[in-house]
């Protein structure tokens, strides 16, 4: 609803500090420095109640210990995947690529109904971006301080702001590259390391990559990495169609733009509702003006919307002359969903979801895999008897130890020699060989189907088969 309150504090674009022209903002890129002006509303408020949980997740799991383990850890060494009360391994393969094809899917189905809100709201590039902007905003001041701070010739004040804000990017940094390898590391052995300076040059080295990443991406290089660097922005406009929700500019309502006395009839003068404040670009992240229409640079952050609101909101004009919107502007959430390419990524998400948690529920936590020797013959006689031998490897990959007893589930007169009861620790691999034998007299054919069982005590008692072939002499 529009409001009458103080209409005469709008700041037009003549009081605001404008960037030197020329090249002194140079940064580590080519182009221009962006000063990001600071706003409130809703997008800004649905950020930080976005970006806070996920930061706090990104940082505290690392230090949450389960059942003797780190929550989540991807231990490469012993090619382990731990994440809460699960151990994943390599033969688990299907469930990380299902995951993977869930987590394409569901990107692709937010970005046909809402392009790029995942950039705009839970990348992590865009998340580290805002904190450190926000250090920045803290240490030198807000966006008009920052622009005569950098034109200021330099003084014990203007280096003191710098370097605050250069240790506080510094700190984040550092405890960015660190949490990042400490769930590849091990949080405890990593800080423990790393303060007896017991740490491999070969981790030191990449943990120290990933803090020179974070400085640098978030602290320089910011709406770059989105333009230029990031696969993502350079395919996700194919799959926009005219339904799309974009940060969009209402151009008839808006133009013609330009100044005016607050409260004046802007109709008369022949104005739109765009007061040509500059507001919606100093907001803007990526450093464009969503008035020239969509760009693909726009990651749908909805900063330049809280900005004119609040503009709008001061001269008394109604909200939302940049708003989220679709070419065809249906304005209904479910429609979205009737659209057909809608239709097909939401239909696949459902599937591979359903697939994904069928496979979970089911997995074992033992696998078989048996294999003949390949160290004697296809079989060999004795007594009478025609004997195969395989080599059986079993994989506990539980988190606690295991009974296994391995039997034989064939056609009557096979046999199974050898020891069958079998003790593995949590996460052990141990190898057996077995021996099958069935009497030669009354064999009818060469080739027999057979399978070797493994019963176990893992979560419950479960029993899992593998087939093989049991080879015997051709029958003349
Ligand atoms: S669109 Fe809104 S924020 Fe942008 S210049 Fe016009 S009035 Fe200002
Ligand atoms: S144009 Fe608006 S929505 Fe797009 S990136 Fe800039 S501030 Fe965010």
């Known amino acids: 609803m529009p409001t009458n309150s103080k209409p005469e504090k709008i700041p037009l674009v003549s009081l605001d500090v404008a960037p ?22 809703v997008f800004q408020r649905l950020r930080r109640n976005i970006a806070v949980p996920l930061m706090l997740a990104f940082f505290l799991l690392p230090w949450l210990q389960i059942d003797d383990h780190q929550a989540v850890f991807l231990d490469v060494i012993e090619q382990k995947f731990y994440v809460l009360w699960w151990v994943f391994w390599p033969q688990d393969t299907i469930l990380l690529a299902s995951l993977l094809i869930i987590a394409a899917f569901a990107l692709f189905a937010v970005t046909v109904w809402a392009g790029r809100v995942w950039c705009g709201f839970t990348c992590p590039q865009t998340i580290w971006t805002s904190i450190f902007i926000w250090i920045e905003d803290f240490c030198e001041g807000d966006r008009n301080r920052r622009i005569r701070l ?20 510094g700190l984040v940094a550092v405890a960015t590259g660190t949490t990042f390898i400490a769930y590849f590391y091990g949080m405890v052995p990593l800080v423990k390391d790393l303060a007896t300076a017991q740490i491999s040059l070969e981790s030191f080295l990449w943990t120290l990559l990933f803090v020179v990443l974070t400085y640098l991406n978030a602290g320089y290089m910011r709406e770059q990495v989105c333009k230029h660097m990031c696969p993502y922005s350079r395919f996700q406009s194919v799959m926009y169609d005219q339904t799309t929700l974009m940060v ?22 022949g104005l739109g509702a765009c007061i040509d404040c500059d507001w919606c670009v100093q907001v803007c992240p990526a450093d464009i003006d969503i008035r ?38 249906l304005g ?34 033992l696998s078989i895999d048996v294999i003949r020797d390949r160290g004697v013959h296809l079989y060999r006689e004795r007594n009478g008897q025609i004997e195969n031998v395989y ?25 199974l020699s050898g020891r069958r009861k079998h003790y593995l620790e949590a996460g052990e691999v141990f190898t057996v060989p077995l021996r099958i034998s069935i009497p030669a007299e009354g064999l009818a054919k060469s080739n ?4 070797i069982s493994a019963t176990h005590s893992g979560n419950a008692e479960a029993k899992i088969e593998q087939k093989v072939a049991f080879i015997a002499p051709v029958k003349s």
């Open 391 to 415: 080599t059986v490897k079993l994989n506990n990959m539980s988190d606690r130890p295991m009974e296994v007893q391995l039997g034989l589930a064939a056609k009557q007169g096979f046999s």
């Open 292 to 329: 020239d229409g969509w760009q693909a640079e726009c990651i749908n952050c909805g900063l330049c919307i809280d900005a004119c609101d609040n503009v709008m909101e001061r001269m008394g004009y109604q909200k939302g002359l940049i708003r989220f919107a679709s070419a065809l502007d």
């Open 448 to 451: 027999y189907q057979i399978a």
């Open 150 to 169: 950098d034109a200021a010739p330099w003084s014990l004040e203007k280096i003191r702001k710098k370097a605050s804000k250069h240790i506080l990017w």
């Open 20 to 41: 030197p022209e020329g090249q002194q903002y140079k940064e580590l890129y080519e182009g221009h420095r962006v000063y990001v002006r600071k706003t409130q509303g």
């Open 332 to 365: 209904g959430f479910w429609q979205r969903f009737k659209q057909p390419r809608m239709l097909g990524y939401s239909l696949c998400l459902v599937l591979m979801s359903g697939l994904f948690l069928n496979n979970l529920g089911g997995r074992e936590p």
């Open 248 to 269: 969009s500019y209402d151009e008839k309502r808006g133009d013609p733009r330009g100044p005016r006395k607050a409260r004046s009839d802007y109709k008369k003068d």
